[in-house]
């Protein structure tokens, strides 16, 4: 990991993002950049004396902020930087030209210096994305310095590529992953392939020398409030995700929505490396 990716719109969600971020880089030696996009509709009905004023205010805020990361983490190389263009499609389009990086992103924007990242927008983000999105709400009040990292282990085949940042972290952090097998649906076909994944996720993590537990769970309905009550019951401050491609995998559409709006702790969703075509 050597970028860090930050969408900033100043807001108190954004603000808490970018916190999050600089534990991560403080931990890995990344770079930060701090992106703001400036959207179509910004500069309509007015002057360009105003449109100057405008964004030089907005320079002004990024610049605090640069202050306020380097305060905390003197020695990490922090950048700022003003795109134009659709929010989603220019931090996707920068983080993808940016080597070995992830995006850091609030869930809930503001409506002060513009629209925000408001709901549609990280979704649209997170489905764009060649590279992986660590997102939080602006109520989360976690633990920065990952201690248990927790890794839901489904159906498919390329649930096992979430586990390659799971133990960059955990190694980063000294942090314990929860390799968690979700038994959904309960049945004894469904049993055993996740038992065969777990046991590979195991695997990998013996050969980095990371902590794990072994985590059964069987989850008859409600699948995403399962998850989550589950993530805070073993007190994890981090949930790592596949960006999934189907319905029968747990993250897809209407579920991934949900964990999305409800979780009480940063989630990093991983895309899957297969369906966008870049090859495991």
């Known amino acids: ?3 860090i990716i930050v969408g900033v719109d100043f807001s ?7 916190r999050h971020a600089v534990a991560v880089a403080l931990k890995t030696g990344a ?16 002057t360009e004396d105003q449109g100057d004023n405008y964004m030089s205010k907005v320079q002004n805020s990024l610049d605090e902020w640069q ?8 020695d990490t190389n922090v950048n700022t930087v003003v795109l134009e263009g659709k929010v989603h499609q220019e931090i996707t389009k920068y983080a993808a030209n940016q080597p070995n990086s992830i995006i850091v992103m609030g869930t809930h924007g503001t409506s002060g210096f513009e629209e925000g990242y408001i709901g549609n927008n990280v979704y649209r983000l997170i489905n764009n994305s060649t590279v992986p999105v660590l ?3 602006e109520n989360i009040e976690i633990n920065r310095d990952l201690h248990n990292i927790y890794a839901p282990i489904d159906l498919s085949f390329e649930t096992l590529q979430k586990m390659r940042y799971a133990i960059y972290l955990a190694k980063s952090f000294a942090a314990k992953i929860s ?5 959904y649906p309960n049945n004894a076909d469904t049993r055993h392939v996740i038992n065969v994944q777990m046991r590979h996720a195991a695997d990998m993590c013996e050969d980095s020398n990371v902590r794990f537990d072994l985590v059964p769970l069987t989850i008859q309905n409600n699948l995403c409030q399962g998850l989550l009550n589950h993530a805070a019951d073993l007190d994890s401050n981090l949930i790592v995700v596949m960006r999934e491609e189907n319905e029968t995998d747990f993250t897809a559409n209407a579920t991934m929505r949900e964990i999305l709006s409800t979780s009480k702790m940063p989630l990093l969703i991983v895309p899957n490396v297969t ?6």
């Open 1 to 3: 990991m050597k970028n």
């Open 275 to 280: 369906a966008i075509g870049l090859g495991r």
């Open 179 to 183: 390799i968690v097998g979700v038994y």
């Open 67 to 74: 202050r306020l990361c380097q305060m905390e983490s003197p």
């Open 12 to 18: 108190n969600s954004a603000m808490n993002a970018m």
């Open 135 to 137: 997102i939080m709400r």
């Open 31 to 46: 770079d930060l950049h701090l992106v703001w996009v400036k959207t179509p509709g910004v500069s309509n009905n007015v």
